[in-house]
């Protein structure tokens, strides 16, 4: 019987496990058995909290997407009578914290996006994070835009970030925060000088 108070340590564990087992030899070629042993643990304490690979994978992506939400909302809360375009460029700070573009973090991403063509458990959550993250910023845009031209730019400045992540992650080079603010101020700017005009 295991111990009480045990689970969120084991699955912490086998989450830092997966992180750095996909890290270092990618999602396809990762195993059970590597990820135990990684954890120090054995593969039937996977199965016992995760079912199979794709529950461990499933955990792993919620984990991250769950901090990637604890630095927008950690951000914002901060931001209460700020501006939109402050709003927005916190929102995209945290698109880029280091609980997303650590090196192990970044490969879990890529690999998660490419599993979810052909995972249901995990196209759903691939589904969840992205609508979360449009919902978000058309929220803050709505705020000084109309609907329409909220939703458009709520979805240009979720194509951005996604494809500047992307860029980066894949160039294999560190994250460049300076041109990341360059790029995307600039597109917010662009979306709420409307307002103005």
Known sequence: MPKVGMQPIRQRQLIDAT???I??????????????KRAGVSTGII???????????EATMRDITSKLQL???GRLKTLSDASAEERLSAIVDANFDE?????AVAKAWLDFWASSLHQPGLHRLQK?????????LTAEFHKVL?????RVAGYGLAALIDGLW???????????PQMIKTITRQFIRQQLASTHS
């Open 146 to 150: 109309e609907k329409v031209p909220a």
């Open 166 to 176: 992307l860029r980066a992650a894949l160039s294999g080079d560190p994250f460049d």
């Open 128 to 136: 969840i994070s992205s609508r979360r993250l449009f919902s978000t």
């Open 71 to 73: 630095a927008i909302l």
């Open 19 to 21: 992180l750095a087992t």
């Open 23 to 36: 890290n270092e030899v990618g999602l396809h070629y990762a195993t059970i058995s590597q990820i135990a």
């Open 99 to 103: 609980t997303q573009v650590h090196p």
């Open 47 to 57: 199965s016992h909290y995760f079912g199979d690979k794709n529950g461990l994978l």
